[in-house]
């Protein structure tokens, strides 16, 4: 079973700044199946990037994903107040597929 | 518009049984893998199944293996788990998610969310 790890566990920025989200996995993810995806409170997730860098359909190009092997980034440019959210990665290798613990930005 | 609405949730004693519902709407159901996400309360997401788009394939986290199982009727355009022998641990809002693309494949992102149904086992 690939585990995931997502760091840091919590970000406090500002809106305008850029956050960086980092998710590590416990052996490669073949073929970059990693996506990201965006949950508010009280909502169903969202997903933002798949396939490790292509952008979800709707996603706003602030969005940008990156990395292969076991070391993926989220980068999340010039935050608007709707991003403020937690952020899970997961892995779609295979079975089961696994979703990191998340991280929250929020509000500094 | 394409659209998933679980239902079936509710609150059941421990060892007793479940099935979840997923209706689905607005895309090619039969051509879809279909996926069920689970998130206990104030914690993160737990992947729990898969099934491929004809329910020929189907995979199970291991901490539901043999007490749950997914299964789909295309002709009804719905998706279902049957959850047996439920534990505390499985309290949690049950997602019903679907395949970013079509085809067989089951290794996919989700890209269409339900908006949950909660699942309580208590005494």
């Known amino acids: 079973e690939i585990v995931l790890t997502q760091s840091p566990g919590t970000l406090s920025?500002?809106?305008?700044?850029?956050?960086?989200?980092?998710?590590r996995a416990s052996q490669s993810v073949t073929s970059n199946y990693l996506a990201w995806y965006q949950q508010k409170p009280g909502q169903a997730p969202r997903l933002l990037?798949?396939?490790?860098?292509?952008?979800?359909?709707?996603?706003?190009?602030?969005?940008?994903?990156?990395?292969?092997?076991?070391?993926?980034?989220l980068t999340i440019n010039r935050l608007e107040p709707e991003d403020f959210a937690v952020y899970y990665c997961q892995h779609y290798d295979n079975?089961?597929?696994?979703?990191?613990?998340?991280?929250?930005?929020?509000?500094? | 518009q394409v659209q998933l609405v679980e239902s079936g949730g509710g609150v059941v004693q421990p060892g007793r049984?479940?099935?979840?519902?997923?209706?689905?709407s607005g895309f090619t159901f039969s051509t879809y893998a279909m996926y069920w996400v689970r998130q206990a309360p104030g914690k993160g997401l737990e992947w729990v199944a898969v099934t491929s788009d004809?329910?020929?394939t189907v995979f199970y986290v291991d901490?539901?293996?043999?007490?749950f199982t997914i299964s789909r009727d295309?002709?009804?355009?719905?998706?279902?788990?049957?959850?047996?022998?439920?534990?505390?641990?499985?309290t949690a809002v049950y997602y019903c998610a679907r395949a970013s693309s079509s085809g067989s494949h089951v290794r996919d992102a989700s890209d269409i969310?339900?908006?949950?149904?909660?699942?309580?086992?208590?005494?």
């Open chain 1, 13 to 23: 920025l500002s809106p305008g700044e850029r956050a960086t989200l980092s998710c």
């Open chain 1, 49 to 73: 990037i798949y396939a490790a860098s292509s952008r979800a359909a709707g996603v706003p190009d602030r969005f940008d994903g990156s990395g292969s092997g076991t070391h993926f980034t």
């Open chain 1, 95 to 108: 079975s089961p597929f696994t979703f990191g613990p998340g991280t929250k930005v929020d509000i500094k």
């Open chain 2, 17 to 24: 049984s479940l099935r979840l519902s997923c209706a689905a």
């Open chain 2, 54 to 56: 004809d329910g020929n």
């Open chain 2, 63 to 67: 901490s539901v293996r043999a007490r």
């Open chain 2, 74 to 90: 295309n002709s009804k355009t719905t998706l279902y788990l049957q959850m047996n022998s439920l534990r505390r641990e499985d």
């Open chain 2, 113 to 123: 969310w339900g908006q949950g149904t909660l699942v309580t086992v208590s005494s």
